[in-house]
C-alpha cells in the first residue's frame, strides 16, 4: 500500500516550511535539500498553493511560506487533497474497471470504509503536531543551518 | 494510495473459489474469466497456499479450492499477507529512506497508526460476508454457467 509521492512531497514541504518560519524557502533548495525531482516539487507546490495551504513571495528575495498557521493544516486534508484517487483496486477507478463482478462487488464497500477509517487517523493530526517540542527534527529542517 | 495487484488478485480468486464450492477452479479459467495475467494469479495462488487460505487437488480434474471455510478467511489477514508492504511514502521502505528527516520524524507514526486504522476495518469483514445474500455476485462467480 503506497501513497503517491505527490503526497509524500507535499508533506515533507510543509514540515519544511513550518519549521522555517523566519525564512523563505524556495524550491530549488527544498528539492536540493530531499535530493528529489525539482520539477515534481514545484508541480507539488502549484497544488499546495492552489488549496490555499502554501504561498509564494515573488521577486528576487522570495519564495514559499505557509499560508496558514502549522496548527490549521491538517494531515488528512492535505492527503485528500494531493492523492490522485483512493482507488485501492483497479474496480475503484472511474471509468476503468474491466472486473466482471464490479456490478454487485461489496468489497468495494469494505475497502471504501478501511479507507475512511484511514482518513480520519490523518484528520487527528496537524503539521504543527509534526514539528512542535521536536528539536531534533527543526534542527534538521533548518536549512539555514543546513 | 494503492494496493499491489497481488491482494486485488487475491481477493478476487478468494471469492471465485468461494462462490464455486461445488467445483474446482484452474488458475487458467479464473485467468481468462478476469482477463488477468496467468502467471501473475499463478504467483497469487502459490502465496494464498503457503499461506493456507486456498489448496490443489492434482491430476487431470484438478484444481484449486478454499482450504478454509470462507467465513473463517479474514479480509485484513489476506491484505496483510499479500501486500509487499506498507511503506506508505518512502522513508517506510526498510533501508530504502533517503529522507534526511528520518531519525526524527513523526510523520512515520502517524501513517503507522492510520495504517492499522485501515487493516483493522478489513478484520471485521471475512470472504464468506462478500458471498453470502449476494445472488448477483454467486451468479456473476459461477464459473460452470459463465
Known amino acids: 500500500m503506497r501513497l503517491n509521492l505527490q503526497s509524500d512531497y507535499a508533506l515533507r ?3 519544511q516550511l513550518a519549521a522555517n518560519t ?3 524557502c524556495t524550491i530549488a533548495d527544498v528539492a536540493a535539500y530531499y535530493g528529489i525531482s525539482r520539477t515534481h516539487l514545484m508541480k507539488v507546490a502549484n497544488t499546495l498553493g492552489r488549496e490555499g495551504f502554501i504561498e509564494t513571495v515573488r521577486g528576487r528575495a ?3 511560506r505557509l499560508a496558514r ?3 490549521s493544516i491538517i494531515i488528512g486534508e492535505v492527503v485528500r487533497k494531493t ?4 482507488a485501492l483496486v483497479e474496480c475503484l477507478q472511474e471509468g476503468k474497471s474491466n472486473c466482471l463482478l464490479t ?5 468495494k464497500g469494505v475497502l471504501a ?6 482518513i480520519a487517523v490523518l484528520d487527528n493530526y496537524t ?6 517540542n521536536n528539536d531534533a527534527l527543526r534542527d534538521l529542517l533548518n536549512l539555514e543551518a543546513a
Open 13 to 15: 514541504l510543509l514540515m
Open 22 to 24: 523566519n525564512a523563505l
Open 62 to 64: 522570495g519564495g514559499l
Open 69 to 71: 498557521k502549522a496548527s
Open 83 to 86: 492523492e490522485v484517487d483512493f
Open 103 to 107: 456490478p454487485a462487488c461489496r468489497l
Open 113 to 118: 470504509e478501511a479507507t475512511q477509517a484511514f
Open 127 to 132: 503539521i504543527a503536531d509534526l514539528i512542535t
